[in-house]
Structure formats: C-alpha cells, structure tokens
C-alpha cells in the first residue's frame, strides 16, 4: 500500500509553467512506476508522463512532449514540470502508482492521490 498526496496546481495564464509533487508514504525506488494523469469534465481520465521505478524512463503522451518533464525528486518525491501551459491542459491531475512495468494506460495503476486542480487561462 501507498499513499500519494498532489501539492502544487493552482490557475496560471497560458503560457505560463506550474510544478506538481506528488509526495508518496513510502519510498518509491525499486518498488513502483509512477505516473501523472488528468481527467477535464466529462472526459476520460488520460495519461500525461509516467517514470519507471529507478528514475531513469520517463514516457510522455504526444499532448505534452517537448513541454512537459517527469522527474523523481527523491526517494519519496516525484515532480512534473509543466510548461508553455496551454487551455486544454486544464484538468485535475493525478498522481498514480503501479507495482509493476507499465506505461500510460490508467487500468494499470493502483494508487493515486486526492488530485490538484490545474486551471490555465487563455
């Protein structure tokens, strides 16, 4: 079991850049892949990036490559940087974890947090 808490949305401008964390209860090295997700309403939650357990994959969707960066902080902590921000990428985002290999496909994840509020203005 593993408990993840989002900090870090808010409202921004497009063009702006905003920085999630997603602070998990335990260490997440070795352990579990971990994922960014979003869900607009009435739409499907989607894949955004995810990182494998030792820090080094990173998978984007096509949406937010060149824009968007993964990263693990620390043991406990992964970030996703968000740049050049636009409307559409409004959405409640998620931070999910998987005990497994796994990708962007949101049916794979076992955990996720409460989930942070990213609002961009156009």
């Known amino acids: 079991q593993v408990q993840l808490v989002e900090l870090g949305g808010g409202s921004v401008q497009a063009g702006g850049s905003l920085r999630l964390s997603c602070v998990a209860s335990v260490s997440t090295y070795g352990r579990y892949w971990m994922g960014w997700f979003r869900q607009a309403p009435g739409e499907e939650r989607e894949g955004v990036a995810s990182?494998?357990?030792?820090?080094?994959?990173t998978l984007y969707a096509d949406s937010v490559k060149g824009r968007f960066t993964i990263s693990q902080d620390n043991a406990n902590t992964v970030s996703m940087q968000m740049s050049s921000l636009k409307y559409e990428d409004t959405a409640m985002y998620y931070c999910e974890a998987a005990p497994w290999a796994t990708g962007l496909r949101d049916s794979d994840y076992r955990f996720w947090g409460q989930g942070t509020q990213v609002t961009v203005s156009s």
């Open positions: 990182i494998d357990s030792s820090g080094r994959l």
